[in-house]
T-cell receptor
Framework: DTAVSQTPKYLVTQMGNDKSIKCEQNLGHDTMYWYKQDSKKFLKIMFSYNNKELIINETVPNRFSPKSPDKAHLNLHINSLELGDSAVYFC?????????????FGEGSWLTVV | SQKIEQNSEALNIQEGKTATLTCNYTNYSPAYLQWYRQDPGRGPVFLLLIRENEKEKRKERLKVTFDTTLKQSLFHITASQPADSATYLCALDIGGGNKLTFGTGTQLKVEL
């Protein structure tokens, strides 16, 4: 049973396209996140949702729009993809947004923009 | 701005030795610090959390120390094995809300 699952695992697409990455967690957690890991392996938070409500929105271009239809799902839609968007995107969840909660990561979605 | 730095990009040690990884931070006084392990092609996996009032925490062959005066955490793996080879990340909740900021990571390779 995968705790945090995201699809697709690999995505190759052309510049200018719009794409989505889906994420689901079956841990019953209230809080979900999107992290981006660049080519230098630096892992940085993008968004955080708590019970479907956006609570963290880092300095991310407007082309990135998260959507949380329910607290078990957090999808990431990216418009007008650019070469610099190529990275690994990790979905994650934690029991709630209290500091110190363990964060459970998905396996990542490898996005390559050509 | 907050900086979290981890020692050297790669650390190679021999099997059976103790690996020591360093995490240094500036401009912040975190209530706790976390360590994660990341294998190639996988997501990070939580290992240990240490609070500011704890000087040391252990879990099997793992030991973490936290010196809030030096603003440093040390992560030790004793009796290291090739299976311990991975990238190890330290992380702090800088702005609250469990918003983790990760360090640059240290790639550990344990050789036979």
């Amino acid at each position: 049973d995968t705790a945090v699952s995201q699809t697709p695992k690999y995505l190759v697409t052309q510049m200018g396209n719009d794409k989505s990455i889906k994420c689901e967690q079956n841990l019953g957690h209230d809080t979900m996140y999107w992290y981006k890991q660049d080519s230098k392996k630096f892992l940085k938070i993008m968004f955080s949702y708590n019970n479907k409500e956006l609570i963290i929105n880092e300095t991310v271009p407007n082309r990135f729009s998260p959507k949380s239809p329910d607290k078990a799902h957090l999808n990431l839609h990216i418009n007008s993809l650019e070469l610099g968007d190529s990275a690994v995107y990790f979905c994650a969840s934690s029991h709630d947004r209290t500091s110190g909660n363990t964060i459970y990561f998905g396996e990542g979605s490898w996005l390559t923009v050509v | 701005s907050q900086k979290i730095e981890q020692n050297s990009e790669a650390l190679n040690i021999q099997e059976g030795k103790t690996a020591t990884l360093t995490c240094n931070y500036t401009n912040y006084s975190p209530a706790y610090l976390q360590w994660y392990r990341q294998d190639p092609g996988r997501g990070p996996v939580f290992l240990l959390l240490i609070r500011e009032n704890e000087k040391e925490k252990r879990k099997e062959r793992l030991k973490v120390t936290f010196d809030t005066t030096l603003k440093q955490s040390l992560f030790h793996i004793t009796a290291s094995q090739p299976a311990d080879s991975a990238t190890y990340l330290c992380a702090l909740d800088i702005g609250g809300g469990n918003k983790l900021t990760f360090g640059t990571g240290t790639q550990l390779k344990v050789e036979l």
